[in-house]
């Protein structure tokens, strides 16, 4: 009497045989990922200098002859005057009684600073570690950690 074998174990085998190609292959494990907080040592901006020139309108004003022997309190009442008499159309006049006005345009230059960048000094499971970003995270930085293993027979970088 033949006895066959059943089906059920004959897909058993069948899927238990593994092709030719499929055993040549490596297997990569893809990278284990979690977010984590380190705490933040040290921040320090880094600044970008910019230099702004602008034309300003300078004047001087040259005295009239009998003012130079004015006496200071003259000089303040003559400046408080100036200040109550403002906005009146004879202002045009006062300052040619004064004396001559010599203005010129002048060329001002202008330095200013702005963050571009922070270096943060931060610690993470006992090792420190730098990293320039583009704002002050704070107190704490949220992190990426990636493990990756090293497969046997893998070049390292």
Known sequence: ????????????????????FAQDRVVIQAENVRYDYAQVLR?????QTLTATRVEEKCDQTPRP?????SRLSRMVG????VFT????????????AGTTNCRSVPV???FQRP?????DYLYK?????????????????????ITPVAAGAERP
């Open 116 to 120: 571009i960048a922070y270096d943060v």
């Open 66 to 70: 009998e003012d130079e022997g004015d």
């Open 86 to 97: 403002r906005g009146n159309d004879d202002d045009e006049e006062d300052t040619a009684a």
């Open 109 to 111: 230059e202008r330095e």
């Open 1 to 20: 009497m033949t006895r066959l074998f059943p089906l059920p174990c004959l897909l058993l085998v069948a899927t238990l045989s593994v092709p030719a």
């Open 126 to 146: 006992g090792a420190k570690f730098r990293s320039r970003l583009p704002e002050d995270p704070g107190n704490r930085l949220r992190i990426r950690v990636s």
């Open 79 to 82: 400046a408080v005057k100036d």
């Open 43 to 47: 921040v320090t901006p880094v600044y």
